[in-house]
């Protein structure tokens, strides 16, 4: 146990020294802001670019693999409905309540740590649990907050949240890659090295914006954001553990990236999603606060459950 959280303990070192520096103001919040765009927009992509051009998309999917992380996320995402839904809570508000319940930090945190952690045979598990996130749940709660504000769900909705999508730049980076490497194409050496070396600031920049992000986040709302935290990081990783290694035939290693990815803490496009919505933003980034912190502990827990 001992071994795997000294593992850990690195990559929240850095999300440690992030909100440290926001908070004694030696890094401002609008530095914060574009480092965060450096690191989605160029650092990250160029990572995740990198890794998709070296699978095969054949390989790649494995509906069991699909299946399980759909089911038993979905399973969660209901339960946060219902307990939202039961204390009196709006449509929008339970579905972004559910939301919190099993959107994870995959690109900005488990794509850098778990392939680390796990080796870069976790790339292609990782890489499909944030695609799945991205193209089914985040589609899922934009559709239910326009449609529960118009009234009704019109066709024509769907086509923003398809585009925002498609353009978003992790979608873009791991759709290219995959084409790369279906078609064959050849991989210059010049390009591998300037994928590396932006590649290689993804992960320390990721975390340190991760922390930086955290420092302008208020702690209220506590009670909601600590069930929230809750459902995240044990709820959400006990759902999968069932589906993938109880309802469906998953590869046993992929099934454990699996739940290690399920465990990590909320993610922050949720709070970016609340914002924009203006629904449950105070519960949302309270519990982004929560679930960072406890997760320092939870993920360790959970790597050594799963045996890597």
């Known amino acids: 146990m001992l071994e795997v959280f000294l593992k850990t303990l690195p990559f929240f070192g850095l999300i440690g020294l992030g909100w440290m520096a926001v908070r004694t103001r030696l890094f401002p919040e609008n530095a914060a802001a574009a480092l965060t765009r450096f690191v989605f927009f160029f650092a990250l992509s160029a990572m995740l670019f990198r890794f998709a051009a070296r699978l095969d998309l054949p390989a790649l999917f494995d509906l069991p693999f699909v299946l399980a992380y759909l089911s038993g996320s979905l399973l969660v995402w209901l339960i946060g409905l219902v307990v939202a839904r039961r204390r009196g809570l709006p449509l929008p508000e339970a579905a972004m309540e559910a939301q919190c319940c099993i959107a994870g930090n995959t690109g900005f945190l488990g794509v850098p740590m778990l392939v680390v952690l796990l080796g870069e045979a976790a790339i292609g598990p990782v890489l499909m649990v944030l695609t799945i996130d991205m193209l ?123 739940v290690a990815t399920a465990a990590l803490p909320v993610a922050g496009n949720v709070y970016i999603l609340a914002q924009h919505f203006g629904v449950a933003a105070q519960r949302v980034s309270t519990a982004i606060l929560i679930s960072t912190a406890f997760s320092i502990l939870t993920i360790p827990v959970t790597i050594l459950l799963i045996g890597g």
């Open 136 to 258: 089914v749940f985040s589609t899922l709660i934009t559709l239910i907050v326009h449609g529960a504000r118009s009234g009704r769900l019109r066709l024509r909705s769907l086509f923003p949240v398809l585009r925002g999508i498609a353009a978003n730049p992790m979608i873009l980076s791991m759709a290219a890659g995959l084409a790369w490497s279906s078609l064959h194409l050849p991989w210059p050496g010049p390009l591998d090295e300037f994928l590396s070396i932006l590649g290689a600031a993804a992960t320390p920049g990721a975390l340190f914006a991760i922390g930086a992000s955290l420092a302008a986040l208020q702690v209220r709302r506590l009670g909601p954001s600590l069930w929230l935290s809750f459902a995240k990081l044990a709820l959400h990783p006990a759902a999968v553990v069932i589906a993938a290694f109880g309802l469906f035939d998953v590869d046993h290693f992929a099934a454990g990236v699996m």
